[in-house]
């Protein structure tokens, strides 16, 4: 901070004796403070105006450079008080109306600073620094209304560029810092606000509005317990601060709502589980932690009662609002095996491994990167028109069923489109019983082995037939 001008002693008229003598020890304590301001040893000019103050307490200039020095000292409010008795003691002292406005200033109170600035150019309208320092107020002003507007339309990043260039001309102001750390909370930047919020409370650890933004972090990063501490702290603060009522209210539904449901959840009432969730999530869409793991247990309950595709829309809302969230990636990646959306369950799976390289997610990737390689070959079974565990006996009637279906003889009076198309649907349904009626060749397509090289099929990949089995059935 720029040194502030203070006053040089100015000599006065003899008066009466014990007067004068007071007068001339309270000049000596000022020159005194003169030389330790000059030497940048604040503290102890602030002792020496102050004893100066003390001898000769109607002496407006005494006052001034007291509030210089505590201006130094960064105690601004303090500053202000020395400021505004130096111009209660003499109206027409410039340097303290210019001091009390950049006391205004530095606190945030821009409409008093530019009150005081006019009353400086009143008294001398070329001061420069009274000029500049006008200009200054206004455009606090204007950043203020600036951040009013952002917070109201919750653009929160405009709220804190809009701060930070408030602070730069208004360093002490705890309204402004407040402002711009609850923004961060609500931004998901938590340590910024967090540091904001401990550095106001370390000079006033009854802050009620530092008290309620370190419970705003808290509450955001899904630790309730300890966010209703500060919550209630902050009430007991300040009774009437109606934002850290609404937080810890908030805060204690939630925890209640979310409580319920996961009860619910473990007493296999999966409906009732669903529908509690799906209240918590309306309580507070700002909580993006607490409602990402909302989402991922509605989609869990969703899966229970088999609404698959809202469980994947729920997976996707909780990734949404937290991209590391890996529990929503596998619960996703369940669900689409669950849909035999394979490539999408590798896709998730991928990612799930990416982070965590455990056994459990190796193997998971496996096992869905196989789903999809065989979901990517004809699938026999249905070609059969039989389930995956259909015996021996089921495969053979299923065959005789759809060669009679499909054999040339039947289609011979068809265009030659339909027998074509006939004649490819018999060559594939012998294919399939060729690998589904042998039972290690059946094994390897069960598992995803490629059956290129097991003789069924001729060099190129084709169908090679399965004789005359169709007409040895009795």
Known sequence: MAAVDIDVPVETEPQICNQDDLERQAEGFKEQGNALYSKKDYSEAFNYYTKAIDTCPKNASYYGNRAATLMMLCRFR??????????????????GHLREGKCHLSLGNAMAASRCFQKVLELEPSNREAQQENKNAATLLEYERMADFGFEKRDFRKVVYCMDRALALASAC?????????????????????SVASDILRMDST?????????????????IDKAVQFFVQALRMAPDHEKARLACRNAKAL?????????AFKNSHYEAAYQLYSEALMIDPNNIKTNAKLYCNRATAGAKLKKLDQAIEDCTSAIKLDDTYIKAYLRRAQCYMDTEQYEEAVRDYEKVYQTEKTSDHKHLLKTAQLQLKKSKRKDY??????????????????????ALMHHPDRHS???????????????????AFTVLSDPKKK?????GHDLDDDGCFDGGGKYSGPGNFFFQFG
Do not use: W
Not at 255 to 263: H, R, Y
């Open 207 to 223: 802050n009620a509005d530092a008290l309620y933004v370190r419970g705003l972090c808290l509450y955001y990063e899904d630790c």
């Open 381 to 402: 079974y249905k070609v059969l028109g039989v389930g995956k565990n259909a015996t021996e006996d089921e495969i053979k009637k299923a065959y005789r069923k759809r």
């Open 78 to 95: 303090e500053a202000l008080e020395d400021s505004q008795q130096a111009v209660r003691l003499d109206d027409c002292f410039m340097k």
């Open 443 to 447: 094994v390897r397509y069960d598992n």
């Open 255 to 263: 925890k209640a709502k979310k409580e319920e449901g996961n009860q």
């Open 413 to 431: 009076a068809a265009t030659p489109e339909v027998q074509k198309e006939e004649e490819k649907k018999f060559k594939e349904v012998g294919e």
């Open 174 to 194: 705890h309204r402004f810092k407040i402002l711009k750390a609850e923004c961060l909370a609500l931004l998901g930047r938590y340590p910024e606000a967090q």
